[in-house]
């Protein structure tokens, strides 16, 4: 296992160099000049050459990037002189937009994200799992055919027409819920969950419409095995069959799905974030990208690139807890 976990580490640290990279270059090799898009527009041609040189964009590409990875591990300094800024550790340099370190951009809009991501992860797993486990279970009855036309209907819905059609429903018509403002949790647990409680279901319907149709196609492959009969034949309760038996066998591709789905979202949920107005990293990413704010836009980009690879190796091994057999 410590070998396993050793190589998985520097596969991971491999992976985020690549990413970090093929970023890195797409933002610096483009047309556009990022020391005009930090200066502004009206800046005079001698001005944007002081900021060029001052943020380092003088040097070599090659050595941009080194600079630019050594500040993410021990920090950098910008710029010269009197006018030299140190950029602490983990450095991803600052904000054209507003000079803040973009560190400190993502630690503060994290919290927004990951609220939004596990509270409609916890939902949709309940709801996806529940309707598609209950749908194997009743295969090809009346109660599997009207899960499953539900299935595609919510599949069918985007995102941000399921988040309008709450908003005005809930909110505009029947006024059960106000309009979602972000609250942390540790100063009213309450208030928290109850302003994220449609951004939460907007989200979960989606996902929990894929995860109904991938668990009742997973269990039912499950429950054929010749293990589930001898189980069975042996005298098991039904439950015991069913959870401990057939549910742990057709979990492992519902945790690689979940892995993807719960990693990407960490890194922020876009259209969901924009349209409820939740201050996330999705919603930052959004107005870096508007305003050619690219050190925001590089920050998140690593920032997903991290969880997406962090949650697969999670996901590897939670392999081994839900089915014993990966082990050998």
């Known amino acids: 296992m410590i070998l396993y976990l050793a190589r998985r580490l520097l596969a991971l640290a491999g992976v985020l160099l690549a990413i970090a990279a093929v970023t890195f270059l797409i933002f610096y090799v483009l047309p556009s000049d990022p020391a005009a898009a930090a200066c502004g527009k009206t800046c005079s041609p001698e001005r ?8 380092g964009l003088d040097l070599p590409l090659w050595r941009q990037f080194a600079d630019f990875l050594t500040g993410i591990f021990t920090g950098r300094t910008l710029g010269t002189g009197q006018y030299a800024v140190r950029c602490d550790f983990p450095c991803l340099g600052y904000s054209y937009e507003n000079s803040l370190p973009v560190w400190d951009l993502l630690m503060d809009r994290l919290p927004v994200s990951a609220s939004l991501a596990l509270g409609a992860a916890a939902l949709w797993l309940v709801l996806g799992l529940g309707a598609g486990v209950t749908a194997a ?11 499953m036309v539900g299935a595609v209907a919510a599949a069918s819905l985007p995102v941000y027409f399921t988040s309008v059609m ?7 018509i029947a006024g059960l819920l106000p309009y979602p ?3 942390p949790f540790g100063s009213d647990p309450l208030g928290w969950a109850s302003n994220l409680l449609l951004p939460w279901t907007a989200l979960a319907l989606l996902y929990a419409a894929m995860y109904a149709r991938q668990s009742r196609g997973s269990m039912i492959e499950a429950m054929a095995e010749p293990y589930i009969r001898t189980a069975r034949a042996k005298g098991m309760p039904e439950r015991t069959v069913v959870v401990k038996h057939g549910l742990r066998s057709g979990m492992t591709p519902i945790l690689t799905i979940f892995g993807m789905d719960l990693g990407g979202l960490l890194a922020g949920a876009v259209i969901t974030e924009s349209i409820f107005g939740l201050p996330g990293i999705g919603r930052l990413f959004y107005g870096a990208l508007v305003s050619s704010d690219q050190p925001v836009v590089l920050g998140v980009t690593l920032l997903a690139a991290f969880f997406i690879v962090v949650a697969n ?9 839900v089915d014993p057999r990966v082990r050998y």
């Open 137 to 147: 279970l009743r295969k090809d009855t009346a109660t599997d055919k009207a899960l």
């Open 48 to 55: 944007i050459a002081d900021v060029r040189a001052y943020l």
């Open 313 to 321: 190796l999670a996901v590897d091994l939670l392999y081994a807890v």
């Open 166 to 172: 709450l908003i005005y429903g809930v909110i505009r």
């Open 181 to 183: 403002t972000y609250t």
